[in-house]
């Protein structure tokens, strides 16, 4: 009877769960998932190691295409509303045709290969903000309205699942000054700090990293928590954010340093594992199978056991001499595969097998413009395919491809 009643208990959670992280009614994404469109269907007909062009995804009817971004590997996915998530600034300081600061936030809808704008971005002529009773920055009514927080994108954002949140960690993006000059009139309500004006540095509360920004994506808003206690930071680190689904809790590399988020009790505890050198605009992804986050940069290759809270130095055969960093592509883990994907825009896919210990290449990569432009890319388990958005930097030029991998021998 207890065990009927714990299982009536967890069904009646997941659904709570489900509803609580559900669109609302008039939120830009109320309607995911789209139907699938005739391209899902090629897709899913598509043979292993090969590359198929869906071309450029059609744009949001108000704002038009998202634009390219640089040091952007990563798409945060969020499989069940069939969308994955696209956030960076591009060419610093960046304001868009549109009048608005390129501090947006979109979502790809991939059933339907189209655009969602969610927020636009800062209004250069007409933002006005105030500080919170935490020194973060709100609107009139409270709500809190992040300004040039992602100085790029790098591995600095995760999706969670079970709380409906694209999760960030504020990457400082001094690049406002001249775009916003009015932003200084609020900053320097309370802090003395950014009256000094050097680099464009909003003070150390906003910069610091401890605190979690939060898109909610069921309400259709940003959040933003401070965190009284210890934490990453203090300031800005292009680190390596992962959600651990094990553990409910989100994993972030800073300053070579593994800090654990739970969203419980909004606190930080450092791991006990040993300090690692890693430098600045690593990047890595999540081994769902053995619970590992690996990290990269360059001729380094590392493994951190969630479970035995341990780094581990790899080195497999036929090994690239440079993996390199978020400005290169982007990697994922295919889960399908059991295989941990690098595409390196300059040099092809490269692929490493954990299970063997091993490396192989990957089909040649399609002719398309490479050069100069930049990859934001994420994996999609239900089509079993590796997402690639190449664009030029600040450019709506962008195209949508996509590729299969397949385990295999080493070509």
Known sequence: ???????AGMLLAAVAIAQETRPSPGNPLAALPSPAGAHVARIRAMAGDSWLILGPPAPDPQWGRARGRSWTPRMPCAPALRAA???????????????????????????????????AGAPVKTLSLRLDANGFEVNARGEHIPVSFMGHGYCNQTYIPDRGLVMFIYTHSPWWTRAIPQRWEWLDQNDPEVKRRNYGHAGPVIEAAKHPLFYNVAAGRWERRFVSGDGPGPRRFEGVLEYIPAKKQAMFLCHGRVWFYDFATNTWTAAKAEKVNVAYDSWGCYDTKRNRVYVARKEIFL??????DAWSSISGEGQPSDLGSCAYGAVTY???????VFLLKNAGIFI????????????DLPDVQWKRHNVNGFYDRELNVHFYHLAGDSADDGVMLVYRCTSGQSR
């Not at 493994?303 to 035995?308: G, T």
């Open 1 to 7: 009877m207890c065990r009927v009643a714990s299982v």
């Open 85 to 119: 998530f696209l956030c960076g600034c591009g060419i610093h300081g960046y304001v868009k045709p549109d009048g608005h600061f390129m501090d947006d936030l979109w979502a790809y809808d991939i059933n339907a290969h189209r655009w969602i704008c969610l927020y």
């Open 303 to 308: 493994a951190y056991d969630v479970e035995k």
């Open 334 to 340: 295919d889960e399908v595969a059991d295989s941990v």
């Open 352 to 363: 490493y097998d954990p299970g063997r210990n091993a490396w192989r290449r990957g089909a």
